[in-house]
């Protein structure tokens, strides 16, 4: 695991491209010695190459969005899925040298705005349920 201080993500807007090249370049760092002793032929090559196509994408898809300055609400929205898709894919490993436990999180909300409107919420129900 890395001991590099770094601050922790909580939202969408606090993800970089480091983020998202550093998770993909862990993950395929995870799957290359697989790779190596599956050779080139059978399931396991194929599930590492599907796997290792849905990586790209997600991580693609997340750099993309990065350079456009995505900030719309459903940019936001697909930001924050592949984020959790990379690193839900990596927390598998997540007791090995260079994950990022510390920064990695998994995300809940695009912004704080977002996360005070679902604290609210939850609230105004927890309140409606006290009242019957």
Known sequence: ????PHRSLRYVDDIT???VLA????????LRPVQ?????????????????????DSAGLLLALLDRGGRGQEERST??????????TASWW??????????WNRLEH????????HDAE?????AAAGDT
């Open 1 to 4: 695991m890395s001991t590099e």
């Open 17 to 19: 491209r480091d983020d």
């Open 23 to 30: 998770l993909e370049a862990f993950i395929y760092s995870q």
């Open 36 to 56: 190596d002793a599956a050779g080139e032929t059978g399931d396991t090559f194929c599930a590492l190459r599907s796997l290792e196509i849905l990586v790209c």
């Open 79 to 88: 930001m924050l899925r592949e984020w959790n898709r990379l690193r839900t």
């Open 94 to 103: 997540e007791y090995r040298d260079g994950y990022d436990i510390g920064r």
């Open 110 to 117: 695009v912004d704080a705005a977002a996360e005070a409107q």
């Open 122 to 126: 939850i609230a105004r129900i927890q």
